[in-house]
């Protein structure tokens, strides 16, 4: 008897507007894919049929948050807004230092650059692109220390996101002097949106303390870790959101957040401290770069829908639904053998291109190749996440080859991630056929954006 297929997720809540999507014709979408150089970033919207390229700021706010946006008071200082940002953030995060910034990476630029000097060594679970990149223009080297489980796409350890403890203890004690933070990147996005424990997250917040080094979170998908630990750590099922929340943020000196992500907004982000020192270095820098500290680079009505969609995203029955959507696929994904980095993250699948397409070397770029095909064969816009992003092994290890399906937050439904999941399997079930690519044209540093590709 064949196997009943997974039920689909059903959303909590409803459709009020729709944006209208169409699938180009195979023809079509094979011009598309000359004209972008077989780089999905130059694709344009109205080319993709399923956008799965990020999680980040492609959000569908929610009417309240429509309606908070037409509560803006675009004050230059003090605006309203502004205030019911600052006491969201604090309310959430028991930071007392709070400053706007229009998004992730800027409040990293503000963070790194204060934080930072030549020759530093920043250890990190993993480092996203951005992150990687602030460190390096300021000089300093980029570790990631996360545990040798998070490079094993097979593995199937709760939290993948934790820090290796000995390797850090090891950096601290080596490198002493020369460390001026730590960070944990919750969840860890470059390892497969895979969430920390608690119980690492206090190991470490110990080591650093013991070590007298500031710990700090970059927090952009700090709900969905926090939905994890509720699920997976012993002791927290009948704990809110919040509550983890309250526990995770106290253990850390500061953080950055990305409001794209469990903000629920399209544009905005903040940095956020205990130091007061620290705050008034960033400030003065923050009004260079951004704007002023009650607005950031952002309309303060951006403030006003950051500050609804933060209290959104923490709430158990979106949580629940959002990570269900994430494992239907995945379940889908598995009943046909399809390889990809399990358990399944918060925000999206990452498929294993190394396996996928494991006739194809790591040189001849097999995930860049995945990604073009899954454009090809359905107009699934996904990303790369390997030796194009990051280059290989620039940190030393095995670099995984992966090509992440990144759910936007309320956008798609259960009927769309379906599509995705057989598009997915038509090019496995021909996969022999897919060819490799090289890279034609890069820049230095964050090529992945702008390189152009030659199929082989
Ligand atoms: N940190 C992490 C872990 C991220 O995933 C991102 C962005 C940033 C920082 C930077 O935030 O985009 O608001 O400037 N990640 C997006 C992605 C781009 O597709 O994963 P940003």
């Known amino acids: 008897m064949a196997a009943r297929p997974p039920s689909p997720p059903v959303e909590p809540y409803r459709i009020k507007v729709v944006e209208k999507i169409r699938l180009l014709t195979r023809e079509e979408r094979e011009s598309a894919l000359q004209r972008a150089h077989f780089n999905l970033f130059n694709l344009t ?12 700021g492609t959000s569908a706010m929610s009417d309240r948050q429509w309606g ?87 593995s199937n350890h709760p939290f993948k996101g934790n820090m290796d403890l000995p390797m850090l203890q090891r950096i601290l004690k080596d490198e002493a002097g020369k460390v001026p933070l730590v960070m944990m990147t919750l969840t860890n996005n470059t390892g497969g949106g895979q969430p920390a424990s608690l119980e690492n997250l206090r190991e470490v917040s110990r080591i650093c303390r013991e070590a007298k080094i500031p710990f700090y979170l970059d927090m952009c998908r700090w709900a969905e870790n926090a939905f994890f630990i509720r699920e997976r750590e012993p002791g927290q099922a009948s704990l809110g959101i919040a509550e983890i929340g309250k526990e995770m943020f106290g253990l850390a000196e500061g953080a950055t957040m990305s409001a794209k992500k469990d903000g629920l907004v399209n544009i905005g982000g903040f940095v956020a401290t205990r130091d007061p020192a620290l705050f008034d270095k960033m400030r003065e820098l923050l009004i260079v770069y951004e704007g002023f500290p009650t607005y950031g680079g952002l309309a303060r009505r951006d403030l006003e829908a950051i500050a609804v969609g933060l209290k959104e995203a923490m709430e158990l029955d979106y949580l629940s639904h959002r990570i269900s959507q994430v494992r239907y696929l995945g379940k889908i994904l598995d009943e046909a053998g399809v390889p990809f980095l399990h358990p399944p993250g918060g925000h999206g699948i990452y498929l294993d291109a190394g396996a996928f397409l494991s006739h194809i070397p790591r040189e001849n770029l097999p995930g860049q190749a995945l990604a073009v095909e899954l454009y090809r064969e359905g107009g699934v816009r996904s990303v790369e996440i390997g030796g194009v992003m990051f280059g290989s092994g620039s940190d030393g290890k095995d670099r995984m080859e992966l090509v992440r399906l990144a759910i936007p937050r309320r956008v798609y439904t259960s009927s769309h991630l379906a599509y995705v999941a057989e598009v997915v399997k038509s090019v496995f079930a021909r996969r022999t056929s897919v060819k490799g690519f090289k890279m034609a044209a890069a820049s230095e540093s964050l090529r992945h954006f702008t390189a152009h590709f030659e199929p082989l």
């Open 45 to 56: 919207s109205d080319e993709v049929y399923i956008d799965l390229l990020t999680d980040s």
């Open 68 to 154: 908070a946006l037409m509560t803006g008071d675009e004050s230059y200082a003090g605006s309203r807004n502004f205030q019911h940002f600052e006491r969201t953030v604090k309310e959430i995060t028991g930071f007392p230092y709070i400053l706007p910034a229009h998004q992730g990476r800027a409040a990293e630029n503000i963070f790194f650059s204060s934080m930072v000097k030549r020759g530093d060594i920043i250890p990190n679970n993993m480092h996203f692109d951005t992150t990687q990149e602030h460190v390096r223009r300021n000089g300093a080297l980029p570790l990631n220390v996360a545990i040798k489980e998070a490079y094993d796409p097979t």
